[in-house]
């Protein structure tokens, strides 16, 4: 279980991006956090991993403090949560195989990695989460020669490798179209409920949340405004969340 604990973030500049945020995530869960931009939702999927230093709060994931870790602990810590991010994080230059295989890097000899210099095993397992998401014949390509859909199923193939209990996806198909937005979608449905892996997804549009979402927590200016199943967001909710001069689409 993921337990988020009176959560807040205050950067430089006074700017509070999340107010007290409480919620918890059972393991195997699939939970959307939705919101305008700006109201905090990229700050608090990396304040779970502590990509971001939380201000106050307490998180816990599988009874470990997460905010209390040291940065060993959190090195190993961050090898069981996967990153899928709005915009790839790949090495442009790289083959798509080699970003694959940075997912490995909390797990093999750091100087082996940094020669690009993976165990038999690991290039198996890339070929194979590769052959998952539907991209094998790609693998020795370079990464910017691939279009935006499928560099993010590298990006959720390197997640993989890491052999996740839970991944956060920021934003995932913000810069894909409709169409390609629900293949990402589905790929990340299918690790969940296949592999049981918990996924926190930050996501805009409603008709995404109520396809593959089974709870949904709203972000408003910092501060959690709904916790609750999709189908609860009513007009009422859905102004709370997103302004009362906003209009649904989905």
Not at 163 to 185: F, G, K, N, R, T
Request: glycine letters at 8%; aromatic letters at 6%; a neutral charge.
């Amino acid at each position: 279980m993921l337990e988020v604990k009176n959560l807040s973030k205050t950067y430089d500049g006074g700017v509070q991006a999340l107010k007290n945020v409480s919620f918890n995530v059972e393991q195997g869960e699939f939970l959307a956090v939705i919101g305008l931009s700006g109201s905090g939702k990229s700050t608090l999927l990396r304040c779970i991993n502590r990509l971001i230093e939380p201000t106050g709060g307490q998180i816990v994931w599988d009874g470990q403090d997460v905010t209390a870790a040291s940065q060993d602990e959190m090195r190993h810590i961050r090898r069981k949560i996967g990153m899928v991010f709005q915009h790839f994080n790949l090495v442009s230059r790289s083959k798509v195989i080699t970003n694959v295989l940075a997912g490995r890097l909390g797990y093999v000899n750091p100087m082996l990695s940094a020669l690009n210099r993976f165990p038999k095993s690991d290039v198996a397992m890339a070929l194979d989460q590769l052959d998952r998401v539907g991209i094998k014949n790609q693998a020795y390509k370079r990464a910017d020669e691939l279009s935006g859909g499928q560099q993010q199923r590298v990006g959720i193939a390197r997640a993989m490798m890491q052999q996740p209990a839970m991944i956060l996806a920021d934003e995932p198909v913000a810069s894909l179209d409709p169409v390609l937005a629900h293949s990402i979608m589905q790929y990340l449905e299918k690790i969940n409920k296949e592999d049981g892996v918990t996924v926190l997804c930050s996501l805009h549009f409603l008709d995404l949340v109520h396809r593959y979402a089974d709870r949904a927590i709203a972000l408003n200016a910092g501060e959690l405004k709904f916790d609750g199943s999709p189908a609860d967001i009513n007009d009422e909710k859905f102004r709370e969340i997103y302004g009362k001069d906003a209009e649904r689409v989905g």
